[in-house]
């Protein structure tokens, strides 16, 4: 879609206005008017603010259309919104933050009325809206963030209810959220796969053949433990959660996986109480009685074990290269084993899959009932095989999924699960969301606090994001001053190279962050 853009009276925001425009238009393209042509569109966004004297709250007056270029502006669509806001030499943050809003506001049912297409998530585009649904719940309470996300965000009622529910359920969980300071948790990122799925884009590597690379990595990541432990131990860090992920990490030998355990028990601080360590063994043709004995024996207590889907033909076409037969058998293997705490991911939307395969997939789900279910909507990452090959996957079309995430809603309420996570991604079909469910008293207490942002996660292995949250100091919003991240390689050759590098920069970003003082 080409579009000429024209604002009046603001000159920001054209990153939000961009996102909301691709809810609509798989692909925006702004040109100037002397380059449209027939079929292209014209957008005008017009602010007008005036107060009744200097220095006073000002009543902003947003004007929005939507035409086809050639015609007339009257012969499109248009909407207008009013808002007072603060004057201008006052809370000039927050008048950006109120401006913004209704801009877009006025944007969006203007491009809805044109397009036909109704937006459940209004306005929002962010990865995290429970993040701005816990800010606003700090200030203002239950009623009124609501309120805002109706009035404000145009969300509908039941992603207002999902918001509302799902923030609720993570502070009963963790009722110390947001006083972790003195705490982080571990990710621990294994970059090896059996094979790469197409819409996937973690670091995971091929481990057939890569033996000298493994062993090369997993030298580096006891390294990277030992030093980190060290840091944690002699700063008086404790530790909430640790997550094993990649990659799989089960790809590697079970006696990798303990030696791994053995280091982390005799570096990492106080491990008797971590209130959870959860194993991705996502793909159930690495899973073996000797991996899940040595899960056992270090107390893990939460394990994946991902279909994605029950159809074997859709398995094949994303390229996991195992059956569906293995993941029944190797999730009754983990149960009989003693395992209680399993989750499994289910991806709506994958080629090939309307709501007959979908049905399928949540009847064989029900034979087993894991203790969480996260439901994805697939979503086209850009580095993904995927992505990169888009015409070669035919995937449901917008009402279908819609339709697929109703029936998934209502399933796992029939069967007792609650919502306690969500987040959403760019590119994502039909605009929904990926959702967390459990069985109240089987949340992910990780899952929630990489995705809220509330405590500093220290990312170990390939790929792994340190995300490194500063003081709270005197916000009274309650969130942190500033949050880094930090990368490490995604390539374990890379990683191989440079690891020690990297953890010297680690440790001086953690150090400032927790104003450590440097002996020289």
Known sequence: MNIVLYKHGFDDYQTEITHLLKLFFEQVHYVPEDEAVEGDFILTLRVKAEAAKPGAEQEALVETGFYAFGSEPESGWAHAVTRL???????????????????????????????????????????????????????????????????????????????TDVAERQLRVIPDLFRLDREVSIYIGIPFCPTKCAYCTFPAYDIRGNNGSVEAFLEGLHYEIRAMGEWMRSNGMGITTIYWGGGTPTSITAEQMDALFVTMHEYFPAMDRVRELTVEAGRPDTITEDKIRVMQKWNVDRISINPQSFTQQTLDAIGRHHTVEETIEKFKLARSMGLNNINMDLIIGLPNEG????????????????????????????ASKMTKNRDSYEVAERDEVQEMMDTAIRWTEAHGYVPYYLYRQKNILGNLENVGYSFEGQESLYNIL??????????????????????????????????????????????????KEYIDKKIKLLDEAYAVETIL
């Open 355 to 382: 709501m007959k395969e979908f049905e399928h997939t949540l009847a064989e789900t029900e034979k087993l009932l894991p203790e969480s279910l996260t439901v994805h909507t697939l979503s086209f990452k850009r």
């Open 85 to 163: 806001l603060p004057a201008p030499s006052e809370g000039s943050d927050e008048r950006r933050r109120l401006l913004k809003r209704v801009l877009l506001s006025a944007m969006l049912q203007t491009l809805q009325e044109a397009t036909g297409l109704e937006q459940p998530w209004g306005t929002l585009t962010g990865v995290r809206p429970t993040k701005l649904m816990h800010n606003m719940l700090l200030k203002q309470g239950r009623e009124r963030s609501m309120q805002v996300l109706r009035d404000d965000y145009l969300l509908k009622e039941d992603k207002v209810r999902l918001l």
């Open 450 to 499: 990489m995705m809220e942002e509330r405590q500093t996660i220290i990312g170990l292995g390939c790929g792994a994001v340190s995300k490194i949250l500063f003081p709270l100091g005197d916000k009274p919003d309650g969130e942190p001053q500033r949050l880094e991240r930090f990368p490490n390689p995604k390539e374990p050759g890379v990683y191989n190279q440079a690891y």
